[in-house]
C-alpha cells in the first residue's frame, strides 16, 4: 500500500483535459428496405471503407450448430452469383483491409478501397447480400467447414491456454445457450452443418433490415447514395430477426476447475464472474476497474504480482460485454517456480482490498484518461470509425453516440469502481480456473 | 511485458474469427505465441451434439433479389484522377546530429514519435543473444532519477504510450501521446533516451520475465520454428541465426554493462531518425525536442570511438568483418563520455566478433 501511495504523490501534477471531444460526423438514412445507411466523408486519403455490420453472431445460433455463425461468413467469401472471386476482384483494384470477422453478437464484412473503385465495393457487398444462394455447393461448403475447423486448431486447441479460455464459455454458458463453446464452435457441429442450414441462416438474417452499411472515407455523398439506392434498394426486405434472449443460469457457486494445457510452459489462475450487456450502465465502472489493476505498469495487480512479489509473469482482466451477458475475468501467469495457489492468494487480497477500502481517485482518473485516449486513437483509421459507427448503430440506433461514451467514462467515481467489485465480483459465486502445464515438462525455475 | 499473449487469446475467442487465416507472427517476437505443434484435446468439448437442423420461426417467404443486366460485372471506377500528395515530412537536424523527420496529422489530438536507432540484433556480440531486445526493454524501466514504478506513473498521468524493442536492424524506441501531453511526454522521452538506469535490481526482475517468456517459447511452435528457420538462413554464427530474444543461457549471460555498452554505443544520435507524426507543426516538435535534448552534454566522442565494425549482415559462409569504418559521427545523448572508457567512449572491439578470429575493426 505505501509504495502504491508513494507512486501517486510523486505522480500527481496536472491532468491534460481535452479541450474538446472530436465528433464523429456523419448522415444517417434508411432504404425503404430496411437497410440502414451512414455515411462519413473524410477527405484526407483517396481512399474509402465500407463496412458492413449483420446483427447476427453466435447469439443467434441453435444448440448443436456451434460455430455456424462463423462458418456463415466464411461462405460470403465464397463467391456468388455475379462474382465468383470477390477477393480476387478486390485485389485488382487495390483495396486493402478486406475481411470479415464474427463475434458473439453480430457479424462484419469490410474493406478498404481507393475512392474511385466505391462501384466495386458497393456492388461486392450487394452481391453478398443478395446473390449467395444461387452458386452455393456442398464443395464451397466443405472446403469452409474443413478452413473453419482448422482455424479452431490454430487459434484455440494449439495456443497455450486457449482450451482454457474455450472452456470458459461452456461453464459460463452451459447447453442449450447459443454462446457453447464460444464464437469459433466446436469441430464436430462445424463438420455436420449442411447446405439447408446456410440457406436458412441467410435468409433468416441476412436481410437489409437486419443489416447496417457504412462508408467512411473520401466520397461524394450523392454519388454514394446513388450507387445505394442502385445496387440496394431492389434486395427484399427479409423477416423481421427476433433480438436473441437466452439466458444462462448464473454462476451460483464457487466452480474450480484445473485443466492440463499441452502447450502452456507455466501455471495460469484466474477468476471468473457473470458480467455485463453492451453499455450497461456500470460498464465504465468495471473497465476502470480492469484498468485500475492491470493497465500497464502502475497498476495494482502488476505491482503486487510482478514488480513487489515477482510471482507472476503476466496479469490481465477484462469485462468484455455481450449482448446474452458478458463475464469479467482477472488472471495472471507464473514465472518459472511458482504455483497458482501463489497467484489466487495476491488475486485475492488484491480484490479484497478494492472491496473494503476502495481505490483512489488519482488511480481512477489515470484509467479513466487512459480510456479515453485509447477510444482517441483508434479513431486515426477510417476503418476503425466505420466500425465505431456500426456498433453504436447497432447498440443503440445513435451513430453519434461518441461523445456521450467518452462521456460516460469520465464520470465513473472511485465509489462507482468499488461498487462495481462490491457488487460483480463475489467470492462465493464465480469460477476459478486454474492451468497447468501437461505431464512433467514444467518448466524449471532459473 | 502486461498480457500480448492473453490478450490476443481474448480477442480470438472473442471475435476474431476473421475469413483469412493468422499469419505467423514475426520472429523477432520473444515467446511470440503461435502453434504449430500437435493439438492437444480440448478437454473443453462435450459430446452432446445434436445434429437437428435449425428450429425457430417459421420460414419466410423466399424472396430472391431481381437479377438485372448491371449486375453482371464489375462496375466501371468513378471519373476523374484519384488525388493523392504523399505526405512529404518536413526534415529537420537536431544539434546533436539526429535526424528529425515530422508529418503533419491534425484529424485527431494525438502525436506520435518514433526513434529509431539504425542498430539492433545485428550489433548483438556472440553469445549475447536478446542483447538488443534487453536493452530496449530496460531503457524504459527507469531512468537515473526516476525509478520504474515513477516513470511509469508519470506516463500513465498523461496517458501516454511508451514502449521499446528491437528488430534486426534497428532498435526502436516509440511514444504516443495526447497533444496536450507532448512537452511533459518529451521530456520522459529525452530522460528515457539519456538516463536509462540499468538498476541491478530491475535487470534481473527483467531477466526473470525474459526467462519466462523464453518458457513460455516452447509452447509455441510457429516461434520455435521461426527460429529454426532463421538459423538455417544465417548460420549459427550470424547474429540473425540466433533464436529471438535469445536462449536462457545467453539471457543469463548479459550483464549490466552489456546492456550499458550496447545502448551507448548504438542509442546515439548520429544513430538515429526521430519519426514524428501527428497534432504539432515541425517548429513546436522540433523546438521541444531541442530543449530536451539540450539538458545533457552535447561533448561528442572522440570519433576514433566509431573506428571499428558496423554491425555487417552477411551471410554465415561471409563472416562479418568488415572494416569499413561507419559513417557514424561523433554525438551523444549527453550520458556517452561520462562513462568513458580508456578510448573515451565505449566501444566493442574486444567483443564485437563474430566470426573473424580477428576482432572485427580493430584496424
Known amino acids: 500500500m505505501l509504495r502504491r501511495m508513494l507512486v501517486f504523490a510523486v505522480a500527481i501534477c496536472a491532468l491534460p483535459v481535452l479541450a474538446k471531444d472530436p465528433e464523429l460526423k456523419f448522415e444517417k438514412y434508411r432504404l425503404p428496405n430496411g437497410l440502414t445507411v451512414l455515411l462519413s466523408e473524410d477527405h484526407r486519403l483517396p481512399q474509402v471503407s465500407v463496412n458492413v455490420w449483420y446483427h447476427v453472431g453466435a447469439a443467434n445460433q441453435t444448440p448443436g450448430r456451434s460455430g455456424f455463425a462463423h462458418l456463415f461468413e466464411h461462405m460470403m467469401f465464397s463467391g456468388s452469383k455475379h462474382a465468383k472471386d470477390p477477393d480476387a476482384i478486390l485485389e485488382q483494384v487495390g483495396a486493402s483491409n478486406m475481411n470479415g470477422s464474427t463475434s458473439f ?29 444461387p452458386t452455393l455447393d456442398e464443395q464451397k461448403l466443405k472446403i469452409q467447414r474443413d478452413v473453419v475447423s482448422n482455424e479452431r486448431h490454430q487459434r484455440i486447441d494449439n495456443v497455450p491456454y486457449g482450451p482454457t479460455q474455450q472452456r470458459l464459455c461452456d461453464l459460463l454458458y452451459p447447453l442449450p445457450h447459443p454462446y457453447y463453446e464460444c464464437v469459433i464452435g466446436d469441430i464436430k457441429e462445424i463438420q455436420s452443418a449442411s447446405l439447408d442450414d446456410v440457406r436458412d441462416f441467410f435468409r433468416r438474417y441476412y436481410g437489409p433490415n437486419n443489416a447496417s452499411l457504412v462508408l467512411v472515407g473520401d466520397f461524394d455523398p450523392a454519388t454514394a447514395r446513388r450507387l445505394i439506392e442502385k445496387y440496394f434498394a431492389d434486395i427484399p426486405r427479409g423477416p423481421e430477426v427476433k433480438k436473441p434472449d437466452a439466458k444462462a443460469p448464473p454462476v451460483s457457486s464457487v466452480v474450480k476447475e484445473t485443466l492440463q494445457d499441452r502447450l502452456a510452459q507455466l501455471p495460469r489462475f484466474q477468476l471468473v464472474w457473470n458480467g455485463l450487456k453492451p453499455f450497461d450502465d456500470d460498464e465504465p465502472a468495471g473497465d476502470v476497474l480492469s484498468e485500475v489493476l492491470t493497465g500497464g505498469k502502475t497498476s495494482r495487480l502488476y505491482q503486487l504480482l510482478i514488480l513487489e512479489k515477482q510471482v507472476a509473469s503476466n496479469v490481465d482482466a477484462s469485462n468484455p460485454a455481450l449482448g446474452l451477458g458478458g463475464w469479467i475475468q482477472i488472471g495472471a501467469t507464473a514465472r518459472p517456480g511458482h504455483t497458482p495457489d501463489e497467484l489466487r492468494a495476491l488475486l485475492q487480497q488484491a480484490i479484497d482490498d478494492v472491496k473494503q477500502n476502495g481505490v483512489g481517485p488519482e488511480e481512477v482518473e489515470r484509467a479513466k484518461l487512459k480510456i479515453v485516449a485509447g477510444q482517441l486513437r483508434s479513431l486515426e483509421r477510417g476503418s476503425a470509425r466505420a466500425d465505431l459507427l456500426n456498433t453504436y448503430e447497432m447498440w443503440l440506433g445513435d451513430p453519434g453516440y461518441l461523445p456521450r461514451d467518452l462521456a460516460r467514462y469520465r464520470a465513473v467515481t472511485p465509489q462507482a469502481v468499488q461498487a462495481f467489485a462490491r457488487k460483480y465480483l463475489p467470492d462465493d459465486r464465480r469460477i476459478e480456473l486454474t492451468t497447468v502445464p501437461a505431464g512433467k515438462r514444467t518448466a524449471s525455475a532459473p | 511485458m502486461t498480457t500480448p499473449r492473453i490478450a490476443a487469446l481474448l480477442l480470438a475467442v472473442l471475435a476474431a474469427c476473421s475469413h483469412e487465416q493468422p499469419r505467423p507472427t514475426p520472429a523477432s517476437t520473444p515467446a511470440a505465441s503461435s502453434a504449430t505443434t500437435p493439438a492437444s484435446e480440448p478437454s473443453a468439448t462435450t ?91 530496460m531503457v524504459t524501466e527507469g531512468t537515473k532519477t526516476r525509478t520504474t514504478t515513477q516513470l511509469a506513473a508519470e506516463l500513465d498521468e498523461q496517458a501516454t504510450d511508451l514502449a521499446a524493442g528491437a528488430g534486426n536492424e534497428t532498435s526502436r524506441v516509440r511514444m504516443n501521446t495526447l497533444k496536450e501531453s507532448l512537452p511533459k511526454s518529451i521530456e520522459l522521452l529525452a530522460d528515457v533516451l539519456q538516463n536509462p538506469a540499468f538498476r541491478p535490481g530491475d535487470v534481473d526482475r527483467i531477466r526473470k520475465l525474459k526467462l519466462a517468456g523464453l518458457a513460455q517459447k516452447q509452447g509455441s511452435p ?65 523546438a521541444l525536442l531541442s530543449i530536451a535534448s539540450a539538458s545533457g552534454s552535447r561533448r561528442g566522442c572522440p570519433s576514433s570511438c566509431f573506428r571499428r565494425s558496423r554491425p555487417s549482415i552477411t551471410a554465415s559462409s561471409t563472416p562479418s568483418t568488415s572494416r569499413a569504418p561507419p559513417s557514424l559521427r561523433s554525438g551523444s545523448w549527453g550520458g556517452c563520455s561520462r562513462r568513458a572508457t580508456p578510448t573515451g567512449c565505449p566501444c566493442w572491439s574486444r567483443t564485437r566478433s563474430w566470426a573473424g578470429s580477428s576482432p572485427a575493426g580493430s584496424t
Open chain 2, 47 to 137: 459430446d452432446s451434439k445434436a445434429t437437428t437442423t435449425q428450429s425457430g420461426p417459421p420460414l419466410y417467404a423466399a424472396q430472391e433479389t431481381p437479377d438485372a443486366p448491371f449486375r453482371a460485372e464489375k462496375p466501371p471506377p468513378l471519373p476523374g484522377q484519384l488525388r493523392f500528395a504523399a505526405p512529404v515530412p518536413v526534415e529537420r537536424k537536431l544539434r546533436n546530429g539526429a535526424r528529425v523527420l515530422v508529418s503533419e496529422l491534425h484529424a485527431v489530438p494525438i502525436v506520435s514519435i518514433d526513434v529509431l536507432f539504425a542498430t539492433g540484433v545485428n550489433g548483438e556480440p556472440l553469445g549475447k543473444a536478446g542483447l538488443a531486445g534487453f536493452v530496449a526493454n
Open chain 2, 222 to 286: 510457429g516461434a520455435l520454428a521461426a527460429d529454426e528457420a532463421a538459423k538455417l538462413l544465417y548460420g549459427e554464427k550470424h547474429p540473425w541465426g540466433q533464436p529471438a530474444g535469445g536462449t536462457p543461457e545467453t539471457v543469463e549471460s548479459i550483464t549490466v554493462d552489456d546492456l550499458r555498452r550496447f545502448r551507448e554505443s548504438w542509442y546515439r544520435p548520429n544513430n538515429a531518425i526521430i519519426s514524428v507524426a501527428g497534432d504539432v507543426t515541425a517548429d513546436e516538435v522540433v
Open chain 1, 105 to 133: 453478437d453480430r457479424t462484419n464484412y469490410y474493406e478498404t478501397v481507393p475512392s474511385n473503385e466505391l462501384p466495386t465495393a458497393i456492388w461486392l457487398e450487394s452481391e453478398r447480400m443478395g446473390f449467395l444462394l
